[in-house]
């Protein structure tokens, strides 16, 4: 091989590579919208999410906020349980009425997160701990595990905390907790 050749090999080998990449960040920017002309949203009896894009049917998929995320009705992305995006809503407007109600519920209940009233009790124990809290939706006893980033401030005095099976709960000002209470809670920060 000459060196001419070899350059002209590198070359093609950087060429190929530019049009992977290329056609990579194209295929990352190109968004697939649903809207009310393409995409059909139902609920089996079950309560889960089905849409229904052209031909293809997808059964148990869920809905995101992505940006804005406090904004729950625009850019909402429309996922399968494996998390690969289906498509992306832009306005629930865009949709009919009783579509739009069907969507705002799937996102309210994907969002739901009790705020904790009162810290009743939290005990460590090998690596986990076990609260029991009054919350908005009544007394709640739940399970976090330790480290993994399951506790975490939002905003300097807002936290989150989500439990060993996915529930949120949030504590929505830090300052109202009594002593006692901030200090159970500081343990699991």
């Known amino acids: 091989m000459t060196n001419q050749t070899a350059v002209s090999a590198s070359e093609a080998d950087k060429e190929a590579v530019n049009a992977i990449a290329n056609t990579d960040l194209a295929d990352a920017a190109n968004i697939k919208y649903l809207t009310r002309d393409n995409a059909v949203f139902t609920k089996t009896e079950g309560q889960m999410l089905v849409v229904k894009v052209g031909?293809?049917?997808?059964?148990?998929?869920?809905?995101?906020?992505?940006?804005?995320?406090?904004?729950?009705?625009?850019?909402?992305?429309?996922?399968?349980?494996?998390?690969?995006?289906?498509?992306?809503?832009?306005?629930?407007?865009?949709?009919?009425?009783?579509?739009?109600?069907?969507?705002?519920?799937?996102?309210?209940?994907?969002?739901?997160?009790?705020?904790?009233?009162?810290?009743?009790?939290?005990?460590?124990?090998?690596?986990?701990?076990?609260?029991?809290?009054?919350?908005?939706?009544g007394m709640c006893r739940f399970t976090v595990r330790g480290g993994g980033g399951n506790t975490k401030l939002i905003t300097a005095t807002r936290l989150l905390i989500t439990d060993v099976d996915g529930n949120r709960f949030v504590i929505p000002d830090l300052s109202g907790l009594s002593d006692k209470e901030y200090r159970m809670v500081e343990m699991c920060m």
């Not at 349980?81 to 969507?103: Q, T, V």
């Not at 799937?106 to 809290?133: D, L």
């Open 55 to 137: 031909d293809e049917e997808h059964a148990g998929v869920y809905v995101h906020c992505s940006f804005p995320h406090t904004n729950r009705s625009i850019y909402l992305s429309v996922r399968t349980i494996e998390n690969k995006e289906i498509g992306m809503i832009r306005s629930l407007d865009e949709f009919p009425e009783e579509m739009a109600k069907l969507l705002e519920e799937q996102v309210r209940i994907r969002y739901f997160a009790p705020e904790i009233t009162k810290v009743v009790k939290v005990k460590e124990e090998f690596g986990y701990a076990y609260w029991e809290a009054e919350t908005t939706a």
